[in-house]
């Protein structure tokens, strides 16, 4: 039976034998696209835009394409390196069969 530490509890390490089974890309997708990817949009390029915080920004016609593709390949960056870390913590603590 692996050790456990403080920083990768065995309940994370349950948690993510589940999410594993649905797959990498979908993690990446789901969790660094959607759930990360867009919320920084909203913030970063629609609240120059909106609120003018913490600048005006000047919406040219590619603002909103490089902001989005920004964004996106920047979720994705996201949810790969967590991805890998998870993987990483999941596979050092995986019991050794013989």
């Known amino acids: 039976m692996p ?43 629609c609240a120059p835009v909106y609120f003018g915080l913490p600048y005006r920004a000047d919406t040219a016609g590619y603002y909103w394409v ?4 920004l964004w996106m390949a920047a979720g994705a960056c996201y949810g790969l390196g967590v991805w890998l870390t998870s993987e990483r913590c999941f596979l050092k603590h995986q019991p050794v069969s013989s």
């Not at 999410?19 to 913030?43: A, C, D, E, S, Y």
């Open 3 to 45: 050790k456990f530490s403080w920083y990768y509890p065995e309940r994370r390490h349950l948690t993510w034998g589940e999410t594993r089974r649905q797959g990498k890309w979908r993690f990446v997708v789901f969790n660094g696209v959607i759930r990360w990817g867009l919320p920084m949009f909203l913030v970063m390029a």
């Open 66 to 69: 490089w902001q989005s593709l």
